[in-house]
């Protein structure tokens, strides 16, 4: 099959235009729209090359042929020669047409073949084929207006929500967000009681407790599954001393006097964020403070859609956190970006008098919050 969104050749009968339209703005669109159409189709070959560790293979390996990235990777070679043609298609790899070969360069490594670089992005490939695997339902809940839980979307999405996320944790968590707290890294060395609202698979509290040996982490999260991978990372980190993980919701768990209470980006996903500030509040130590780390983003829709990279997350927005909210009692549905202004005005409500950001980075915002 080939797809060719090019004009008709000159003295080809062509359709006359309708009334208004102006036919070269829709030959624009046409080939905007296949260059949709073909990073789409790039996303699942960029799993394909991350499943594989072809990325990996490729990166700081030199020129190279189908043949040896074939063997050093042990796939079949007629496979790989055109995944790579596809890639050299896209402008991911580089091809030397005289040799046959190609290279992967190091600024292109940097966001493919690994996963500490705090721009990696393979990762988000798998939640977009999460997000493939999952349309019928998503349509199913257009017409209901129903929610699609959490624990219901394709198990990649787990995956690929810690990898992503995990690098921005691990570049940003313990070095510039905890010190910008007030007084927040003298605490936990000190020896403080840490809970995170929606840890999914653990990773911000296992760092926290590397880096705090002294302090005490606890972690709630409504999936199961979930918190059992993150149990069996902490026991794998060697921190199983001093952080454990259980089931629980973001109005249930035991108000136990915590010094810190976290939301690692999932605030917005909650049913009744409202609800969940109030309670964290209840369950804060007299001194204690609430920290929201969610996606930067503005606070109105224009400015929101004219930001790099927002397509995607108004994506994710739309088939991951508006779901598990509106699954939810009250479901407010704050949507993945909903702004610095409507995260104030829900704590606002639930009566936090101090709220101030207190860091961010070109992904993240990070707000401090106090009764």
Known sequence: MSIDARPAPGGAAEEPAPDGVDMDRVGEFAGKVLGIMAAGATTAAIVVGDRLGLYAALAGAGP??????????????????EWLAQQAAMGIVECEPVGGTFSLPAEHAAVLAEDGSPVSMASIALLVTGMHRRTDELVAAFR???????????????????????????????????????????????????????????????????????????????HGPSIETASRKAADAGVADRVRFEVDHCHGYPAEGYDLITFFDSFHDLGD?????????SALAADGTVMLVELLSADTLVDNVAAPGTGLNFAASTFLCTTNSLSQPVGLALGAMAGEKRLREVLGEAGYGQVRRVSETPMNMVLEARP
């Open 273 to 281: 964020p409202v609800g969940a500030a109030e309670y964290a509040r």
């Open 144 to 222: 209901t207006g129903d929610g699609i839980p959490w624990g219901e979307q394709d198990p990649v999405t787990f995956e690929s929500t810690e990898r992503f996320f995990g690098g921005q944790y691990r570049g940003n968590l313990v070095g510039q967000w905890i010190p910008a707290l007030d007084g927040m890294h003298e605490r936990l060395a000190e020896g403080a009681l840490v809970a995170d609202v929606g840890c999914g698979r653990g990773l911000p509290l296992i760092l926290l407790a590397q880096a705090y040996p002294r302090s005490r982490f606890v972690g709630y999260d409504v």
């Open 64 to 81: 190279c042929s189908s043949s040896e990235l074939a063997g050093a990777t042990g796939t079949a070679e007629r496979y790989v020669r």
